[in-house]
């Protein structure tokens, strides 16, 4: 499982708020996916997957370096 820094700067925070998403879910499923994709609309990676409190979760990230994230969006995906 990777370690990562996230960069948090409230209006990633504010986003994914919106979208019913805490800083700590969307760090779980980017930690530990069950698959990474790129996003169709903007190129950036995504990672799929459970969260601890059960929620599945698509995360749009972008990779500042190896091991620093910035959030970009999270949501919980059509079935």
């Known amino acids: 499982m990777p370690f990562y820094f996230f960069v ?5 925070e504010r986003h994914l708020d919106e979208h019913g998403v805490t800083p700590e879910e969307f760090a779980e499923v980017v930690c530990d996916p069950d698959r990474l994709e ?3 609309s903007s190129g950036r990676p995504i990672a799929f997957g459970w969260t601890s409190s059960g929620k599945y979760l698509a995360c749009v990230y972008e990779l500042l370096d190896n091991d620093t994230v910035y959030a970009i ?3 919980e995906p059509e079935e």
């Open 73 to 75: 969006s999270a949501y």
């Open 38 to 40: 790129m996003s169709r």
């Open 8 to 12: 948090w700067d409230g209006e990633n």
